[in-house]
């Protein structure tokens, strides 16, 4: 009797233990299943449809290669697998581990047809507990108890062959999904930055070494490729964690960087104790917090959202997220610094942007980084740090970044880039600064001394 592989956040055939046990056990019928129910507000944002249409693409040829098929369904996953295991006959479905409540709730649904394996993570998130068995609220913390689960599993090799069943169910077409934008397509600038799917992820991560030397600096540069680029192959699992880290081997500079592949670990655990992490405060007391939200806070959010804020390096970050579905992290933290703090705007209005514009959005990475910046959450409590986006422009050198995104400011040198307002020389199609930085500052320490 054939079995079943459920495809997830996990669009790979290398390092795939779903699938060398699915394929131990029968033949194996792989599927995807479009979820847009079950997840409800967090199904699926618009610039990951892009994604997926072309992972979709190259994962159903890599099956195709090995003999197999990629069968497409669309409805509640659970549903869909019951389904599918009632018309093929299916004695098991396999798939790898995922912590996104959603997931999670499907997954409880399936019983135990459902055979889960760990893949997707540096360890098995569930054994890193504090000494009381708690899960980890604090990165260092956790980082520090990882390091008895590592280095990693050496990755898996992909099957040569895989052995198709008698009979293949019906499929959705792809095409029929629309995942791509059509009217508007605003997909252009994704073509030029992007290639999804595992072959590619696999190339990318080939090059991970090189980086290594300069990456504890150069990863803080807008304006330079100093980071590997892999988060949305890695969201969509077309490279493992694991593969990723094991490039870095006999790099003695990649401890900074493994730490930051070890973040992603950390952000599913907490998703895992708290999976409303997406919206809800993790700090009770920042219920209270008196967010903006009148017809003056909505234009402001526009502004943020269109890269209009007068404020150079926030307009670029939020132009390249726009085009390019995408941002350097550094951008990412002053983007969302300046929302909540400088706009007193809620963080999850942020969050919802991102989650629709990013390529790697992604539950556990966005909602706890969210909260991080914006000090409401478990693993830190400071709202009233407050970034100045003018100096950490200066700092980080960020003048060729925002002439690359901010085409206005093409012309603008050095001396004025990173406030062309406050120099005198802004130009006329570029805004004036929404608020001004000493003001927005006292409006959300105000903010604050209320809670
Ligand atoms: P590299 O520096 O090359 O890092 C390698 C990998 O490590 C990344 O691909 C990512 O998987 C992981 N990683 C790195 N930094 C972090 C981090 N701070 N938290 C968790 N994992 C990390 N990352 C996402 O993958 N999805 C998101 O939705 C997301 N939302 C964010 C929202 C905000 C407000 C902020 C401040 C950060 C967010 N990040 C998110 C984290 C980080 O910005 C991206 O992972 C990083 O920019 C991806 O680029 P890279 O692959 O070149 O990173």
Known sequence: DPVILWFRQ???LHDQPALIAAAHEGPVIPVYILDDETPGDWRIGGAQRWWLHHSLTSLAADLKDKGSRLILRRGRAAEELAKLVEQTGATRVHALRHYEPWWRE?????GDRLCLHDGNHLAHIEDIRTGSGTPFRIYSSF???????????EPMPAPRKIDAPAHWPASDDLNKWRLLPTKPDWSGGFDEDWTPGESVALERAKEVGEKMAAYDTARNMPAEEGTTRLSPHLHFGEVSARTIWHQTDGHRDAVTFRQEIAWRDFTHGVIM???DYG???GREKYDRLPWRNDQQARA???AWQEGRTGYPIVDAGMRQLWQSGWMHNRVRMITASFLVKHLLIDWREGERWFWDCLVDADYGNNSVNWQWVAGTGVDANMFGRIMAPLSQSEKFDAGDYI????P????????AIHDPDDAGCRPRDYPAKIIGHREARERALAAARKL
Request: glycine fraction near 2%; aromatic fraction near 8%.
């Open 408 to 415: 206005e400011l093409a012309k603008v040198g050095n001396a």
């Open 106 to 110: 499907a997954e409880a649904a399936l």
């Open 10 to 12: 996990d669009l790979r």
């Open 403 to 406: 002439r690359r995104w901010v």
């Open 143 to 153: 980082w520090k108890a990882l390091q008895s689960f590592l280095p990693p599993e």
């Open 279 to 281: 919206d809800r405060n």
């Open 273 to 275: 104790a708290l999976p």
């Open 300 to 302: 402001d959010l526009k």
